[in-house]
């Protein structure tokens, strides 16, 4: 185990950590409790736990983990079935923690121990994900980002970390450093650096990069809008509860056209893969419930866009994910047009342990 350690003698680190975290955050970089940062030093790996918001980290909730015990993870194989391979990556994590709070790290805490980087930071800007969820991400990143690494999709967990460690390797080997800057097709944006002032760096300069882009290219850095009035709402509203039969909290935008397919793990998980298409009715929802075996958390119909949930923090989160696909959708129009997620990728979100608590966390904030 990592010494006897206490936070007090990382404040300065931790605190850099937290402002980071709260820097990108916000919703030009995540959604709900999507992304993750941390930081380490020899002996401890610093992390936001599963689930919680960037923007919500404070330094007692940041989970403490021994270094050396984390490394038993890479001596796990990540063939057989993937069910089995990721329980055991999560119980290997488990056993790292050193830190007294109950919180879980996140399944792909060893991708952050891997790079040598002091201060790691994993974001999905919708920016970043116009290119790694378009047609020609790859070939355009490699021009307009020539030193970064790019890894094609991988399902997150174990898999994704076993494949980024591989892929730094071989970028390490021929570059004499690790990449600084990683696009993962399909999820979003890892930056390490040594201190926060240089990550700060890094992704203002991948951040304007990508604005040039998409300004040279003829596309719009935000959706289009249109105003809601109030009766709309109610209307909308009082249809929705009508077709799914019980009373469900709904929030309502216009204006756009959501994203038809799989886009990121994040849009999966809190907003559903599929939008229910057409006036919503008793018969549509169950259609829905019978194809995917849930029931819709995006709904668009007659120009409207909805967001349902239980709560208004569910409501408002799918709401906001259908918001950043529609964007997503929007600027991967400059790089070709959308790369949706396979379907065996999107099953396999669906499916997953790790997302399903994901998904508990905010649920649980409610």
Known sequence: MAGNYTFEDDSQLLLGLVELSRTY???????AGGGNASVKTSQVLYIKPSGLPMAALTIDKIVALDRAALAEVYALSADGPAANAQAKV???????????????PSVETPLHDSLQWRFVVHT???LVNGMTCSQDGRHRCAQLFPETLWIDYVDPGISLCIELRRAVQVYQARFGVQ???IFVQNHGLVI???SPQLVRQLHDH???VLASFYKRAGVPLALPSRQVSEEQRKQATAIIQKAFGREVVVEVDGGFSCATGPLTPDH?????SYPLEGLPTEKAVWDYRSRFGYEPRVLTWDGL???VGKDLLEARTALELAQDGALVVQLAAAFGGVRYMSEQARLFIEGWEAEAYRLKVLQSRS
């Open 124 to 126: 999905h800007p919708a």
């Open 90 to 104: 999560v119980e290997a994590i488990k056993r790292a923690v050193i830190s007294s709070d109950k919180a879980r």
């Open 206 to 208: 991948v951040m304007q």
């Open 179 to 181: 990449p600084p800057v």
């Open 25 to 31: 955050g916000g919703p030009e970089y995540v959604r």
């Open 192 to 194: 390490g650096a040594d």
């Open 305 to 307: 866009v909805c967001g």
């Open 268 to 272: 999966v998980v809190y907003a559903r």
